[in-house]
């Protein structure tokens, strides 16, 4: 799994990171809007998850990915979930495998 905070890190490595999220097309972007937190596919305009906060979100966004028919590539694609600030700018990046998701899923849902 890689996570990037952007307040800790220079912005070298923030390119470094978006470079290799790429525009995959597989990319969710987790933003404030209206008031809420939702989440939106890339190149999309429909939410496909929506709470007050962003944990709340990305526990939604990861259950959806844990559900999913597993690939017929043995590894599968990894998932790039991109965080953003309330003012719209990136506060993290997570890539994450498909036994990553799990795994942080159900850290989350301890956390809680």
Request: hydrophobic share 35%; no cysteine.
């Amino acid at each position: 799994m890689e996570t990037i905070k952007r307040k800790n890190t220079p912005k070298y490595q923030i390119k470094k990171v978006m470079r290799k999220a790429g525009s995959s097309g597989s990319k969710i972007n987790i933003i404030s809007r209206d008031g809420k937190w939702v989440a939106v596919k890339e190149g999309r305009v429909r939410a496909a998850a929506k709470a007050d906060s962003q944990n709340e979100v990305l526990v939604q966004v990861l259950g959806k990915l844990a559900n999913k028919k597993p690939t017929i590539e043995p590894k599968g694609k990894p998932q790039r979930i991109m965080i953003h600030g309330t003012d719209g700018s990136i506060a993290k990046v997570l890539i994450l495998s498909p036994t990553e998701v799990n795994a942080k899923l159900n850290k989350l849902k301890r956390a809680r």
